[in-house]
C-alpha cells in the first residue's frame, strides 16, 4: 500500500464525513479549468477546504478553488471537487488520480470529469463541448504502477474507459437543450507548456481531437476501482498552429466563462437523470 492509495482514501473519506450529509453521493463531479461555476449551481450542504482533506494539498492553479463541495444538483446528492492536482505542478500519478478514490470511498460510483482543452480536430471551434468518446494517455505515467492497492483491478479493461451509457445519456440532454455537443478523444498530455505545432501535427495522426493537461490519471484510477466516467471537454482555442494566434491561460478561462452556461445545463441535465 503505498500513498494516495486505498487505505489512504479511507482516512479522507471519514474526515470529510464528519463534515457532510451521510448519504450516497449519486455522482461525484471534477471541475476543470474555469469550470469551476458549476458548483454555485450546486444547492450546498457543506464544503471542505481541501486543507481540512488528509492527503490533499492546496490547490495552486488559477480557476481551480480547492474545496470539496456537497450538496443538491438536479434533485440529487452530488460531491463537487473544484480544483484539480496536476501532474505539471510535479504531483505523482497516484495523487492527481486520489480525489477519484476519495469520492469513491464516500460511496459514489459515477464520476463526471470535466477540463479545459485545446481544439485538435479543424472542425471545433473555442466555446465548443466535446463528450470524450477515449482518451490517449500521453503524460507517459500511470497511476496505477507499483503495488496493486486492495480492491483495484492490477490491468483493468480500457476498451471503454468512459461509459457508453453515460455519453448516450448526455447526447440525449443536449439534444434536448438545444446544445452542440461534438465528440472526440481528449489527448492528455504532461504539460506545463502548450504543444508545438509539430506535436500538434502528431497529435492529429495519433487520432486525438483535444488536448488537455489533466483527466487521463483519474480516469484510469475509477476503471480500476469501477467506476463509471462521464467526460466533457470545454474547447478553449484551437491548438497551438492550428491558428495565428499565441495560446494563454487567459484566454483559456475567458472561453470557459462563455461556455460555462450550456455546461452547467448539460451536467445538471445529466446529473438529473441518473439512478439514485
Ligand atoms: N493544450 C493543452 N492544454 C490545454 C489547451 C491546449 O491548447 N487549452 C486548454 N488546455
Known amino acids: 500500500m503505498s500513498a494516495y492509495g486505498s487505505a489512504a482514501a479511507s482516512r479522507a473519506?471519514?474526515?470529510?464525513?464528519?463534515?457532510?450529509?451521510?448519504?450516497?453521493?449519486?455522482?461525484?463531479?471534477?471541475?476543470?479549468?474555469?469550470?469551476?461555476?458549476?458548483?454555485?449551481?450546486?444547492?450546498?450542504?457543506?464544503?471542505?477546504?481541501?486543507?481540512?482533506?488528509?492527503?490533499?494539498?492546496?490547490?495552486?492553479?488559477?480557476?481551480?478553488?480547492?474545496?470539496?463541495?456537497?450538496?443538491?444538483?438536479?434533485?440529487?446528492?452530488?460531491?463537487?471537487?473544484?480544483?484539480?492536482?496536476?501532474?505539471?505542478?510535479?504531483?505523482?500519478?497516484?495523487?492527481?488520480?486520489?480525489?477519484?478514490?476519495?469520492?469513491?470511498?464516500?460511496?459514489?460510483?459515477?464520476?463526471?470529469?470535466?477540463?479545459?482543452a485545446g481544439g485538435v480536430n479543424r472542425n471545433w471551434q473555442p466555446g465548443d463541448l466535446m463528450l470524450i468518446r477515449d482518451h490517449l494517455n500521453l503524460m507517459f505515467r500511470n497511476p496505477l504502477t507499483g503495488r496493486a492497492e486492495p480492491g483495484d483491478l492490477r490491468f483493468p479493461d480500457m476498451s471503454a474507459p468512459y461509459d457508453p451509457a453515460l455519453g448516450a445519456l448526455a447526447r440525449e440532454i443536449a439534444r434536448e437543450q438545444g446544445?452542440?455537443?461534438?465528440?472526440?478523444?481528449?489527448?492528455?498530455?504532461?504539460?506545463?507548456?502548450?504543444?508545438?505545432?509539430?506535436?500538434?501535427?502528431m497529435l492529429e495522426r495519433f487520432g486525438a481531437d483535444a488536448v488537455g493537461m489533466s483527466t487521463v490519471p483519474e480516469v484510469v484510477v475509477a476503471r480500476a476501482i469501477g467506476m463509471r466516467v462521464l467526460g466533457i471537454s470545454c474547447i478553449t482555442n484551437l491548438a497551438c498552429g492550428l491558428s495565428n494566434a499565441p495560446i494563454s491561460h487567459a484566454e483559456v478561462l475567458e472561453t470557459t466563462a462563455v461556455a460555462a452556461d450550456k455546461f452547467k445545463a448539460l451536467v445538471r441535465g445529466v446529473v438529473a437523470r441518473l439512478e439514485a
Not at 56 to 81: D, K, R, Y
Not at 99 to 111: K, W
Not at 183 to 196: D, I, N, Q, R
Open 13 to 116: 473519506a471519514s474526515r470529510i464525513r464528519e463534515r457532510i450529509r451521510a448519504t450516497r453521493p449519486v455522482a461525484a463531479i471534477v471541475l476543470g479549468s474555469g469550470l469551476g461555476g458549476l458548483a454555485d449551481e450546486i444547492e450546498r450542504d457543506a464544503s471542505v477546504p481541501y486543507r481540512d482533506i488528509p492527503g490533499f494539498p492546496s490547490a495552486t492553479v488559477a480557476g481551480h478553488a480547492g474545496e470539496l463541495i456537497t450538496g443538491t444538483l438536479g434533485g440529487q446528492f452530488v460531491v463537487a471537487l473544484a480544483g484539480r492536482f496536476h501532474m505539471y505542478e510535479g504531483h505523482d500519478a497516484r495523487l492527481a488520480a486520489f480525489p477519484a478514490r476519495v469520492v469513491h470511498a464516500l460511496g459514489a460510483r459515477t464520476l463526471i470529469v470535466s477540463n479545459a
Open 179 to 201: 446544445t452542440v455537443l461534438s465528440e472526440g478523444v481528449y489527448a492528455g498530455l504532461l504539460g506545463p507548456a502548450y504543444e508545438t505545432p509539430a506535436e500538434v501535427r
